[in-house]
């Protein structure tokens, strides 16, 4: 039988392997490894990419959104309102900076934070807003920065499965004030190990980010904060600035992915495929539908007795793990944790295990 993972990197290293071999050659023979030349040029053509005048290469995309969110001045007493739809640190970066994360409900269609839903929520304490750009699919840009704009917050941009992503022409991570990314393998853009990067406009901003990454000095040993050891290493750079260029044509593959599974899946009973909206250019960093009817955990189950891999992101909403249950009901996050299941998808994915894939849920549901 067959197996079919969610994620096939073995055909994105088939194509750029030599490029991607001779550059960790190259940072080698260097014996530079840490905040070097190839450090500072991702982080020159990220910005170039994204649009932006900084971009600050850290360890991880959590500690993305907890530098952003420190070095815009959000700490203890500050409330900042987020979605309960995604990873958990999301909601952890807003912790770990002493802040309260505000939770508020998603939009059925698309996931992502219901604007509306946050106006409301705002109180005197709101001092930022934190979207995610989740699955790939940007949120309205245009509807969270009017938020912004009406009650004087800062917007931080979670835009860690959304990297190449934009809405209105706007790439995601310059929508708001500060944008954040993961490079974790898995990530559309994904390194050898972990990786992030935060991107602004802010020169004040982007100069105490720096600051946070190594140790609260501009100077080593002249420690001016307390900091974070949150840096890219050179080795991680290189292979990313090898991917970058690739980035375009990769998220091309999945939308051709994308589309082809609504086509297999379009009639089949009790399934609800992605709608993209208006203006944006879906990344599908994950192909994530909805099974009504309470069976989406046994579809799960018997795909993967199929050999067939699928994934639950994410099962639990934020506002229902303990740490910041408080009884509060947001239905339409909860319907979404029970009910969407992401099938496999990858830039180079054959039609043929496509239509097995798609064979395989139709059968099970049908």
């Known amino acids: 039988m067959q197996k079919i993972p969610m994620l096939d990197l ?13 550059a960790v050659r190259e940072v080698i023979a260097s014996g530079q490894f840490i905040m070097g030349p190839q450090v500072r040029a991702f982080e020159a053509e990220v910005a ?11 360890n991880s995309g959590t500690d993305a959104l907890v530098i952003a969110l420190r070095a815009l001045g959000i700490g203890p007493g500050d409330e900042v309102i987020t979605s309960p739809f995604t990873f958990f ?14 939770f508020v409900d998603i939009d059925p269609v698309t996931f992502n934070l219901d604007v509306l839903a946050a106006d409301r929520a705002v109180t005197r304490r709101t001092k930022a807003v934190l979207p995610v750009h989740l699955y790939g ?22 835009a860690a499965q959304a990297f190449g992503a934009s809405v209105d022409g706007q790439t995601v991570g310059a929508i708001g004030d500060v944008g954040c990314f993961s490079f974790f393998p898995s990530k559309n853009l994904g390194a050898y190990g972990d990786g ?9 901003v ?20 307390i900091g974070y050891n949150s840096r890219l290493d050179e080795l ?20 051709r992915a994308a589309a082809r599974y609504a086509e297999l899946l379009d009639d089949v009973p009790g399934l609800v495929t992605p709608q993209v909206q208006p203006g944006r250019e879906h990344v599908f960093h994950q192909y994530t539908v909805r099974i ?15 050999g067939v891999s699928t994934m639950v992101y994410y099962p639990v909403p934020l506002h229902r793990l303990p740490m910041y249950d408080q009884g509060v009901t947001l239905h339409e996050a909860e319907r979404a944790a029970a009910e969407v299941l992401s099938l496999p998808i990858w830039p180079q994915m054959d039609a043929a295990v496509q239509e097995r894939v798609a064979a395989l849920v139709r059968m099970v549901l049908t």
């Open 10 to 22: 073995q055909t994105e290293t088939d194509e750029i392997g030599s490029a991607i071999f001779a």
């Open 48 to 58: 170039e990419y994204i649009g932006v005048q900084h971009a600050v290469a850290v």
């Open 89 to 102: 640190a999301t909601g952890e970066a807003i912790s770990a900076v002493g802040a309260t994360p505000v």
């Open 137 to 158: 699919q940007a949120v309205d840009g245009q509807q969270v920065r009017k938020l912004a704009s009406a009650h004087g917050l800062k917007v931080v941009e979670d």
């Open 196 to 204: 992030g990067m935060l991107v602004t406009d802010d020169g004040d």
């Open 206 to 225: 982007a100069e105490l980010a720096r600051m946070l990454r190594a140790h609260g000095s501009r100077k080593k040993y002249h420690n001016e904060l």
């Open 236 to 255: 991680q750079a290189a292979i990313l600035r090898v991917k970058l260029p690739h980035v375009d044509q990769w998220n091309a593959g999945r939308r």
């Open 292 to 306: 009504l009817g309470g069976q989406r955990d046994h579809v799960h189950e018997r795909l993967a007795d199929f």
